[in-house]
């Protein structure tokens, strides 16, 4: 058994929870509706639609956007993917670092594969152009809390928490990435989406599990105001996960795309 193969295995066995400790995965019952964990479940969809579609590169390097404990990072890796986990929550980013040392110790993924930073996954360049007004998202709250926990909108992210440093340290810059993954609170989502029609040039798809809070029509509209478009509906897709790419892109994505 390879290490992926160790790694996918691991994670049917334990599910996508995780114990105080934060080291061990114990199913999903109590990751259930906190939004941290649940999301594997739209990335285990993600990676068998992955696998028989042309759609996503088979190889490559994923952007996790708000990586909370990790889990969607390390099932990329467990499907060839290297992942890079980036997450503004600093106990939730200790967690996950400790969670993936401890998988990479145990033998469970190879050295290299996935890196998690603390920080905020907005480009400095991003935040500046929001700080001087000069775009402007709809649907977007100052703030939102959701379970105790308070989600980080653009306009609560002030610059000092911002980490104009984080693609440095990732070692790729944002539009090199392959493929970008969020599962991302619904607050999070118009500027995540307008990020990744600002800044991406290479990749053509974006995953994102979207909280029922937003509905087809709000993210119609938000897709067209970033001139994104949800590929679900081109490919008859009923997944939880929404495939987005530009609407520039579209004709070449649909003639590689084979279901
Ligand atoms: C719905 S949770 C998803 C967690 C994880 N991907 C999963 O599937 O379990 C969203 C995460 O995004 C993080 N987040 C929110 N805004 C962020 C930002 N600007 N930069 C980095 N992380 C952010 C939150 O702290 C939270 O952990």
Same mark, same amino acid.
């Given at each position: 058994?390879? &290490? ?24 999903? *019952?109590? &990751? ?12 285990? $969809? ?17 952007? $996790? ?13 467990? *499907? ?6 980036? *997450? ?35 480009? &400095?360049?991003?935040?500046? &152009?929001?700080?001087?007004?000069? @775009?402007?998202?709809? =649907? ?26 984080? =693609?440095?340290?990732?070692?790729? *810059?944002?539009?090199?990435? $392959? ?21 991406? @040039? ?17 993210? $119609?509209?938000?897709?067209? @105001? ?6 679900? #509906?081109?490919?008859?897709? #009923? ?6 790419? #530009? ?13």
């Amino acid at each position: 058994m390879n &290490a992926n193969q160790k790694l996918k295995t691991y994670i049917q066995q334990f599910g996508p929870g995780i114990n105080k400790e934060g080291i061990k995965f114990i199913g999903s *019952e109590k &990751a259930n509706n906190t939004g941290y964990g649940d999301g594997s479940a739209v990335v285990h $969809d993600m990676a068998d639609f992955s696998r028989d579609t042309n759609l996503i590169p088979k190889q490559g390097m994923v952007l $996790d956007l708000g990586s909370g404990l990790g889990i969607s990072s390390i099932r990329w890796v467990s *499907e060839g993917y290297k992942a890079t986990g980036i *997450e503004i929550n600093e106990s939730l980013a200790n967690l996950s670092k400790r969670i993936t040392s401890n998988l990479i110790n145990k033998g469970y993924m190879k050295k290299n594969k996935m890196k998690v930073l603390q920080g905020s996954y907005f480009p &400095a360049e991003y935040i500046d &152009a929001r700080n001087e007004g000069l @775009t402007k998202a709809p =649907y977007f709250e100052d703030k939102m809390v959701f379970k105790g926990h308070e989600s980080l909108g653009l306009k609560v992210l002030s610059p000092e928490q911002n980490n104009p440093e984080i =693609y440095t340290q990732a070692g790729t *810059e944002f539009s090199d990435f $392959d493929i970008y993954y969020g599962f991302l609170w619904n607050t999070q989502t118009p500027s995540a989406l307008e990020m990744f029609s600002m800044y991406s @040039t290479k990749p053509k798809a974006i995953f994102t599990g979207i909280f029922p809070a937003i509905g087809e029509k709000e993210l $119609d509209e938000m897709l067209d @105001t970033f001139e994104l478009v949800s590929l679900n #509906k081109e490919l008859g897709l #009923k997944k939880d996960f929404k495939i987005i790419a #530009k609407k520039e892109n579209l004709d070449n994505i649909m003639k590689r795309a084979t279901l």
